[in-house]
Nanobody, 116 residues
Framework: QVQLVESGGGLVQPGGSLRLSCAAS????????MAWYRQAPGKERDLVAR???????KYADSVKGRFTISRDNVKNTVYLQMNSLNFADTAVYYC??????????WGQGTQVTVSS
């Protein structure tokens, strides 16, 4: 059974930091490259960062140098450290395997709001 539970979001001022966590079921975590996505109001869900099983990472240009994705293969958990947050980072953040589409299972996400 696939399960994804995101947490760690909240309200933060511009320039602040948050660390998101995603607890994933073994069936999806152990065989897949994992990723963080985000969806802002009225926009499509976008890929933010991705990490392979072996720790190779890649980032969207908009977050490069500010966000860091990591994973704990023992705890089946993916993290997203977000620094220097700005208004454009406001969105609901989701984790999932790479290539997940609208017909795949998605967790509830975690809301990140950057506001002064």
């Amino acid at each position: 059974q696939v399960q994804l539970v995101e947490s760690g979001g909240g309200l933060v001022q511009p320039g602040g930091s948050l660390r998101l966590s995603c607890a994933a079921s073994g069936s999806i975590f152990s065989i897949n490259e994992m990723a963080w996505y985000r969806q802002a109001p009225g926009k499509e869900r976008d890929l933010v960062a991705r990490i392979s099983r072996y720790g190779i990472t890649k980032y969207a240009d908009s977050v490069k140098g500010r966000f860091t994705i990591s994973r704990d293969n023992v705890k089946n958990t993916v993290y997203l450290q977000m620094n220097s947050l700005n208004f454009a980072d406001t969105a609901v953040y989701y984790c999932n395997k790479i290539g997940a589409g609208e017909y795949d299972y998605w967790g509830q996400g975690t809301q990140v709001t950057v506001s002064s």
